[in-house]
Structure formats: C-alpha cells, structure tokens
C-alpha cells in the first residue's frame, strides 16, 4: 500500500538533488508534493518530471517575504501540510577562518538557518496533527574537516534546533527529525569542485572517507526521508537518522 496517500508534503529545495529524489518518492507513494527553488527553469523542469501531483512555487527561504507567499498559496490552495521537509540549503567553497569573508557567512547562515528556522515557523499553522518535519543536517557538523567551519557550524545549529523544536512541538502532535546525509552525488556538492572536470574526483575524494567507499545516490537518501515522513517512524523525535555510508558512527 502507498505509504503517503493522501499525504500533502511540502519540499524546499526540490529542483535538483536529495530534494528532487524525495519528492519523486513521496509521489510514488502517493503524496501530493509542493517544490521550492529559485531557479525557476530548473524548478519547472523538475516540476513536469514529477507530474500533475507536483505544485512548483519559486521561491527562497532566506527571503522572509518569499516564505509568506509560499505559504500564502498553500492556504489559497486549501491545503494543509503532513510533511514539511526543510531541504534547501548548501555550501559555497568554504574558507578557513583567516580569510573567510562575511558576505559567505551571512548567505550561507542565511540560508541554512535563517532560512530553515522561519520555514518552520511559518509552516506551523498549516501542519496537521500527527505530521512529521524534516530538517536537513550533514554529516561535516560532526567532524572538524579544516576549511568547511561556516557549513558545518549550520549545520550543527539544525541539528540542535531539531531537538528543541521536537521538545516545543511535541505538544502539537509534531515530530521533528534531523536526517544526516554523508556525501551524496548531486548537482550541489558537484559544484563545490574547484572546476567542472575535477567534480568527479572531488565527490571520489570525499566518498573514500565513508566506510562504503562510495557517495550515496539521492535515492538512498530519499528512503531515509520517506522513513522519517511516515508513520514508520511514530515513535521517533528529536533524532538524527544517519545516512553516511558509516561516516560518523564508524570514523567518529
Ligand atoms: N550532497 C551532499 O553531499 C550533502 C551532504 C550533507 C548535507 N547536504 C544537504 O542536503 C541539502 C540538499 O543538498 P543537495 O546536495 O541536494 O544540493 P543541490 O543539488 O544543490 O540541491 C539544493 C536544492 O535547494 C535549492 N535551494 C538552494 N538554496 C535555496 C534557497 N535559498 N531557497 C530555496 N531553495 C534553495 C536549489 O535550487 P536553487 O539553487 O535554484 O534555489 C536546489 O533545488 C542541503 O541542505 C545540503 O546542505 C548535502
């Protein structure tokens, strides 16, 4: 039976990558899905790809007046939303902290916390009792890899604020859950090379730190969401479900 019938979810950050691969699970298991992203070409694309039950809005988390018109039509739709996965998020090539520049601090917390705190907030008044949020960690705001502070501090503050946020919500009937991607093939880590022709040897150079030897396929990453969106996981809150390869739990 389809796991998400009837389910509404929405997904920031679904035109490419891990956001693209789940929003393509949740509609086979028969969610409807609404998309987010700000490059509307790719955002449209991926919209035709997913089919009649994809509703793209372009938009970006880190503008507060981009969020209020998101939600804005999920409301005009009539809709109410079983799923919020907070995705959109990502890394510029970092710096180490001598010459690390503000302008990647502000746009990068502005994105991956600024970004997913008020998606959370303003998502709140649509989400159903009984529904579950996701927030996107990374594996890197358990390590101290040199040069990747800004990313990884971020991505330590979701982690934190997932298990806050599943304290406040807990009330609510909401689950929240911070799943932890390792490296993960997509358009967005490919570009972190430092050119095109090297991203095959970057993703190679980043998988060899996983037990598996391998970068995830968003696939993979998309069944853990799906786990963590569904009743599968009911009893499971302010967890952080590792999707690494054996990264953390095995080289902590
Ligand atoms: N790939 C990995 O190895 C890995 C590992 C750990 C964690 N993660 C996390 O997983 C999440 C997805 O990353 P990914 O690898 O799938 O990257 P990706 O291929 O670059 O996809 C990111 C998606 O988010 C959208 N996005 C980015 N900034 C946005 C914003 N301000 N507002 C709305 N949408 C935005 C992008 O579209 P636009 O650019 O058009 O907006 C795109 O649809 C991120 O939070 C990332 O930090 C990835």
């Given at each position: 039976?389809?796991?998400l019938?009837?389910k509404t979810a929405l997904i920031?950050?679904?035109?490419?990558?891990?956001?693209?691969?789940t929003a393509?699970?949740f509609?086979?298991?028969?969610a409807r899905v609404y998309?987010?992203?700000?490059?509307?070409?790719?955002?449209?694309?991926?919209?035709?790809?997913?089919?009649?039950?994809?509703?793209?809005?372009?938009?970006?988390?880190?503008?507060?007046?981009?969020?209020?018109?998101?939600?804005?039509?999920?409301?005009?739709?009539?809709?109410?939303l079983d799923i919020l996965f907070?995705?959109?998020?990502?890394?510029?090539?970092?710096?180490?902290?001598?010459?690390?520049?503000?302008?990647?601090?502000?746009?990068?917390?502005?994105?991956?916390?600024?970004?997913?705190?008020?998606?959370?907030?303003?998502?709140?008044?649509?989400?159903?009792?009984?529904?579950?949020?996701?927030?996107?960690?990374?594996?890197?705001?358990?390590?101290?890899?040199?040069?990747?502070?800004?990313?990884?501090?971020?991505?330590?503050?979701?982690?934190?604020?997932?298990?806050?946020?599943?304290?406040?919500?807990?009330?609510?009937?909401?689950?929240?859950?911070?799943?932890?991607?390792?490296?993960?093939?997509?358009?967005?880590?490919?570009?972190?090379?430092?050119?095109?022709?090297?991203?095959?040897?970057?993703?190679?150079?980043?998988?060899?730190?996983?037990?598996?030897?391998?970068?995830?396929?968003?696939?993979?990453?998309?069944?853990?969401?799906?786990?963590?969106a569904?009743?599968?996981?009911?009893?499971?809150?302010?967890?952080?479900?590792?999707?690494?390869?054996?990264?953390?739990?095995?080289?902590?």
């Amino acid at each position: 039976m389809s796991q998400l019938a009837d389910k509404t979810a929405l997904i920031t950050g679904a035109s490419t990558g891990i956001g693209l691969a789940t929003a393509q699970r949740f509609i086979a298991e028969g969610a409807r899905v609404y998309l987010t992203g700000r490059r509307k070409r790719l955002l449209d694309a991926a919209a035709r790809e997913l089919g009649e039950r994809a509703i793209a809005v372009q938009s970006d988390v880190s503008d507060l007046a981009d969020l209020d018109r998101l939600f804005g039509r999920i409301a005009a739709d009539e809709n109410r939303l079983d799923i919020l996965f907070a995705n959109a998020g990502g890394g510029e090539a970092d710096r180490p902290l001598d010459t690390l520049s503000p302008e990647v601090f502000d746009r990068t917390f502005g994105i991956n916390v600024r970004g997913t705190v008020f998606t959370v907030q303003k998502a709140l008044p649509l989400l159903n009792a009984g529904g579950s949020i996701v927030l996107t960690g990374s594996s890197s705001a358990r390590r101290g890899t040199a040069g990747f502070g800004v990313y990884s501090a971020t991505k330590a503050a979701i982690r934190q604020f997932g298990r806050v946020w599943a304290a406040e919500l807990a009330p609510r009937g909401l689950r929240v859950n911070t799943l932890v991607p390792g490296p993960t093939d997509t358009p967005g880590l490919r570009g972190l090379a430092a050119n095109p022709a090297q991203a095959g040897a970057f993703v190679d150079a980043l998988a060899s730190s996983t037990p598996l030897r391998r970068a995830a396929d968003p696939a993979e990453i998309a069944n853990a969401v799906l786990f963590l969106a569904s009743d599968q996981s009911s009893f499971i809150t302010g967890s952080e479900l590792f999707v690494d390869g054996g990264e953390v739990q095995v080289y902590p």
